[in-house]
């Protein structure tokens, strides 16, 4: 007479529900459940993809591919992977000191920035009286932008750019693997290595294929067509879990034993390391599983993220919420102040939801009732 518990939807659901009890209950059961699907599927294609060019390289980017980059190698391990540590950052000195100023905006975040902000980005100093200097890299005042990078000094880490760069085996047609939006970061390699690789991105905006072929550039989500807003509204969010949790690669200096990467000071996040170490369990249970071998559709894969996205319970809102991400400068995802203090102080929320990096978190932080905040926060964007 007891009613029969609803079913799984399908093998993966019933993957995760026969494991889950096991975990502990936090970021570990949550990398699990919501980000071990789309690893998994995500290296899978990665996988079959590469057995169609063998002689390739695969690179996988510094910081946001580092957990795919461990899956791959837990689910292939005698498959040979290369870790690149480049960010637009630490490429923008070396166009900055070919006067490559186009290639030098497409590296900079779209952004208000200072004149100061600026040349601290491409690794130079600014000059006196141009450090107050505003530029709106969303819209930019190009004629006025290239004037002012003209006046920079020469990067003295420019030269360690190109050096690191020469110091990797990158070839024509090698594979690099990004989490994507418009493949930036593959224009500037190619354009620095004068090459020509071969892009698998995790996503894609709209910019992608006025820049690559579908040839040349790959997409796993969606059909290859550009991410709908939802995505976006979490990507941040996304990428923060996926990276390698250290600061942003910010330069190059060579040494006796080849170049070391500097990168900018982060602390150690706990909640991250936990959440990677139930994406690869995940990885490491499907390997041992009758389902090794069977593909996650793309679809399959991302959805428990988008159901993260748009409706985060309370809880999951307060687990991720605190955390950060770097995008020229450090915002964090949803960390709201009381209610009682907005009240008080109204231009202060609207002045916090303009930084949350994910807005939707944030308003159900805010205010945890069982409202649709991802479809308002959708109708707000149109």
């Known amino acids: 007479h007891l009613p029969t518990p609803p079913q799984p939807a399908d093998a993966v659901a019933a993957f995760v529900e026969n494991r889950l009890p096991a975990l502990q209950p936090g970021g570990q059961a949550l990398g699990f459940s919501v980000l071990g699907p789309l690893a ?46 480049v960010s637009r950052r630490s490429l923008a000195p070396a166009f900055l000191a070919t006067g490559e100023y186009a290639c030098v905006l497409a590296a900079l975040p779209r952004q208000r920035l200072t004149g100061a902000q600026l040349a601290a980005y491409c690794g130079t100093v600014c000059p006196e009286g141009e450090a107050e200097s505003v530029f709106d890299l969303k819209t930019p005042d190009t004629k006025a932008l290239y004037a002012f990078l003209a006046k920079l000094p020469r990067p003295e880490t420019a030269d360690a750019v190109t050096g690191y760069l020469q110091s ?44 690559f072929s579908a040839a040349r550039t790959e ?17 941040p969010l996304l990428e923060r879990l996926l990276s390698q949790d250290v600061g942003a690669t910010l330069s190059y200096t060579k ?86 203090y907005y009240l008080t102080h109204p231009a202060a929320a609207g002045c916090d939801l303009g930084t949350a990096r994910w807005k939707i978190g944030f308003l159900k932080r805010l205010a945890p009732l069982p409202l649709p905040y991802g479809k308002i926060y959708q109708k707000l964007k149109k």
């Open 219 to 235: 997409v796993f989500l969606f059909n290859g067509a550009p991410a709908p807003r939802i995505y976006w509204a979490g990507q």
């Open 168 to 211: 990797r085996p990158l070839r024509t047609g090698d594979i690099l693997v990004d989490i994507g939006s418009g493949g930036t970061t593959q224009l500037l390699l190619e354009k620095l290595l004068g090459t020509e690789l071969h892009g698998m991105q995790l996503s894609a905006d709209d910019r992608l294929r006025s820049r």
């Open 40 to 85: 998994v599927a995500f290296c899978q294609w990665l996988h079959d993809r590469r057995a169609a060019r063998p002689a390739a390289g695969l690179y996988f980017l510094a910081r946001d591919m580092y957990l795919m980059r461990e899956v791959y190698g837990q689910l292939y391990p005698e498959e040979k992977t290369e870790y690149l540590q």
């Open 255 to 340: 040494t006796p034993a080849g170049f070391r990467v500097n990168t900018a000071t982060q602390p150690a996040e706990p909640l991250v390391a936990e959440l990677q170490r139930g994406v690869l369990y995940f990885a490491q249970e499907w390997q041992k599983s009758v389902l090794n071998g069977q593909a996650i559709e793309p679809q399959r894969a991302i959805a428990p993220f988008l159901r993260l996205v748009e409706s985060p319970t309370a809880l999951q809102a307060k687990l991720l919420g605190d955390l950060t991400v770097e995008d020229g400068g450090i915002y964090p995802l949803a960390a709201p102040r009381s209610v009682g």
